[in-house]
């Protein structure tokens, strides 16, 4: 059992990035990977436990609220949790420290991936991606500091009421939004996007990705289209992509990452 142990959740690899980041610097964590089902849920042995997950629809992504409530965690272990948003940070956090009950928070605010929406350059305060990712950076290493020194924050997550009800909203829409995923004619069938689904809803049919209705709206098979070639409505064939440049396909389908 690791000393620490972060759970991930991420669609475009810049949460999954900061963990490994943050993890780098505690020393002995393992990452688990929260699209799907955490593998493992035994937290207990672990003295400092984490949370690091985007902003979605105002709320927590996927299924992460629903998985939290089975994490088992010492009663004595310290929890923190930090947030990325694009444009503002909704209920997340707050939930998180309504099931968890957190020690140290933190956000940051980075590039959008939610690209059918905005284009990814609209971030708070705007910046280019290359100072967005040393940002980020930044920020992990303060995270890191102040995780290995167990600081407390001063004041409790805002509650943020109406964007739970947004959260809510938000969730629902995913298996009628995949209903305008297409693909177009630049796809080489290479399955990346059947690999990175976390709930094996896409299957390669003719040498074309079809998609089923089990979607979590991570976007993880339209940021890592090596050949941008799978699209949500008409919008996103003009969108830059924007996966985290140090998180490849791979990384994201792996369950659990020990960092020494
Ligand atoms: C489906 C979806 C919904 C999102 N909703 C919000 C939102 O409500 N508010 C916000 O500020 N950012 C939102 N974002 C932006 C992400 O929180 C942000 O880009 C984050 O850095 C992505 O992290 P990741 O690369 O680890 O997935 C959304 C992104 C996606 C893909």
Redesign the pocket.
């Known amino acids: 059992m690791s000393e620490n142990i972060i759970y991930c959740y991420?669609?475009?690899?810049?949460?999954?990035d900061m963990a490994r980041n943050i993890a780098s610097r505690l020393g002995d964590t393992d990452i688990v990977l929260m699209r799907s089902f955490p593998e493992k849920t035994d937290a207990t042995e672990a003295k400092r436990v984490g949370f690091i997950f985007?902003?979605?629809?105002?709320g927590l992504p996927g299924h992460v609220e629903q998985y939290l409530k089975v994490i088992k965690i010492a009663p004595d272990a310290y929890r923190f949790a930090v947030e990325?948003?694009?444009?503002?940070m909704?209920c997340g956090l707050h939930k998180i420290d309504e099931i968890v009950g957190l020690d140290y928070w933190n956000t940051i605010s980075?590039?959008?991936?939610?690209i059918w929406l905005m284009p990814h350059s609209l971030s708070f305060p705007p910046t280019s991606k290359e100072s967005a990712q040393a940002r980020i950076d930044r920020k992990a290493m303060e995270v890191a500091a102040a995780v290995k020194a167990m600081k407390k924050s001063e004041r409790k997550p805002p509650e943020k009421a109406f964007f739970a009800l947004e959260s809510k909203a938000f969730s629902k829409m995913h298996p009628r939004r995949v209903r305008k995923f297409w693909v177009n004619d630049a796809c080489i069938a290479c399955g990346t996007c059947a690999r990175v689904c976390p709930r094996g809803n896409i299957e390669l049919r003719e040498k074309k990705p079809t998609f089923g209705t089990d979607c979590i709206?991570?976007?993880s098979c339209v940021q890592y289209c090596p050949k941008q070639a799978i699209n949500v409505g008409k919008i996103t064939e003009k969108r830059e992509r924007f996966p985290?440049k140090n998180v490849k396909a791979a990384d994201l389908t792996k369950k659990v990452i020990h960092i020494d």
Do not use: E, K
């Open positions: 991420s669609g475009s690899g810049h949460c999954l985007p902003c979605y629809g105002g990325q948003f694009a444009g503002y909704g980075n590039h959008s991936t939610c709206g991570c976007l985290n």
